[in-house]
């Protein structure tokens, strides 16, 4: 029988107590927790030590590095390209990814960006994508570096099981332990499948407002520093914007609809702010990549980032041109008085598109590709009684009520415009 060096209670008692975990002990909590020898409860009592506690920057790298140790790591030396990613922590109506991997690509570098899928009022980035009829999420390791090595240069894939496979048991024990905000948890969980995925450089899109992670731009600020911190540690040239999600982004919040928007996007279109955080973050990508003064506007208005899109989406199968699902049945939601729209809440929004059957409830069930959400204003418009304020669509008019109801109150129309803030209010770097 295996010996284990170290007992899991005194790694809990010393965090428990306000103390720095050794590096030693540390390590071997993750691995042993991996393997099962740490039993949930323990790794659970862990956590929630470490939620009240804190830890300190090398106690935060040594975690990082010990879930990465428990995985694959994938290196894209052999590409000669540079590689960058690009990771947001989760919105309502954030579809960045799909006109931003295109875009950047086109400018000659490799963007491995592997995804997840959603679960909660987040949309996940492979159920957008697959709402494209024929398009396939998964692809070998030898399909990714060849797609990313030719011409198309930006792949979209689901991410393996093998990158750091402790964070995958440590996340589902948090979500059902109330440990999930823990700051040096996030932090590592987000950065271990990064720094494992072998990417050369990463651009955060740390979200806060009422439909994200971290409610106050404090607490962003303080998960960006530590995520920048990580990634620069580990070699991973990596930098942050801090990004406004009080209100949803964009027009559409679903799957279908948001490919639409995205293609709207790459035609050098579609909502203000889709395309001002889009712009904002290729020119973070193409910066670590060593090309600072790229024009991504005129890539965008061009039609070289719709070409990259197309090749990208043939590239996995999917036609690019083809129709795109659209719902059986709408429910359209009107201004009852004359005014401005001076509140659209993201999280309401977000939890209503999951309702009309946009996300999933359990990892197991499938997502309806064409239910969700199309607003027709956004705060500051003034709108007349009876004008639309938004569609609802989903594939059965049973699902309305329940969608209505989260929206109660998510939305006001007053007679003062809000002031308007820039979506990008912070840059944090190492
Ligand atoms: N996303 C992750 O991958 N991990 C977290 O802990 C939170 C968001």
């Given amino acids: 029988m295996r010996v284990e060096p170290f007992d899991a209670v005194d790694v809990i ?41 804190g830890m300190e920057r090398d106690e935060i790298r040594v975690m990082t590095d010990a879930m990465i140790a428990t995985g694959e790591r994938m290196s894209f030396a052999a590409l000669g390209k540079r590689t960058v990613d690009k990771h947001s922590t989760g919105g309502v109506g954030d579809k960045i990814t799909l006109p931003l991997a295109p875009l950047v690509a086109s ?29 396939r999420a998964a692809l070998s390791n030898e399909e990714m570096f060849a ?82 911190a990580l990634g620069t540690d580990s070699g991973v040239a990596t930098t942050a914007l801090l990004t406004d999600m009080d209100t949803p982004l964009g027009l559409a919040i679903g799957n279908a609809n948001e490919v639409r928007e995205s293609v709207e996007i790459l035609a050098g279109g579609g909502p203000a702010d889709v395309r001002e955080l889009t712009l904002a973050l290729a020119r973070e990508m193409l910066a670590l990549a060593g090309q600072p003064d790229a024009d991504v506007e005129k890539a965008l208005d061009d ?51 999951w309702r009309l059957g946009a996300g999933r409830a359990r990892a197991e069930d499938p997502v309806i590709h064409a239910a969700g959400i199309d607003l027709a204003v956004k705060p500051g418009d003034r709108v007349t009684a009876g004008q639309t304020l938004f569609t609802l669509s989903a594939d059965d008019d049973a699902r309305f009520a329940r969608a209505l109801q989260a929206l109660d109150g998510a939305y006001e129309v007053g007679q003062t415009a809000p002031a308007s803030q820039p979506i990008v209010r912070e840059r944090i770097t190492a």
Avoid at 208 to 225: H, K, P, S, V, Y
Avoid at 330 to 353: C, E, S, W
Wanted: proline residues 4%.
């Fill in 147 to 228: 797609q990313m090595k030719g011409d198309v240069g930006a792949v979209i894939c689901a991410a393996g099981s093998g990158l750091a496979p402790a964070d995958k048991k440590l996340y589902a024990l948090r979500d059902v332990t109330g440990t999930v905000e823990a700051i040096p948890l996030i932090a590592s969980s987000i950065m271990s499948k990064k720094i494992a995925e072998g990417t050369d450089a990463l651009v955060l899109d740390v979200k806060f407002g009422n439909g994200a992670f971290m409610q106050d731009i404090d607490r962003a600020r303080e998960l960006a520093r530590t995520m920048v």
């Fill in 303 to 353: 039609g070289r980032a719709m070409d990259s899109w197309k090749a990208m989406i043939r590239a996995q199968d999917g036609d690019p041109d083809a129709a795109l699902p659209t719902a059986r049945e709408t429910h359209v939601v009107r201004a009852a008085v004359d005014g401005v729209v001076t509140r659209m809440d993201a999280l309401p929004f977000g939890i209503a598109a």
């Fill in 13 to 53: 008692r010393a965090k428990r107590d306000g103390g720095a975990v050794a590096e030693a002990p540390l390590r071997w909590m993750i691995d042993a927790y991996t393997r099962g020898y740490v039993s949930d409860a323990q790794m659970a009592s862990f956590a929630m030590a470490v939620l009240q506690r």
């Fill in 107 to 135: 400018f000659g570098v490799a963007v491995p960006q592997l995804s997840g899928r959603g679960l909660g009022h987040t949309g996940g980035t492979l159920d957008k994508l697959e709402s494209i009829p024929g398009w």
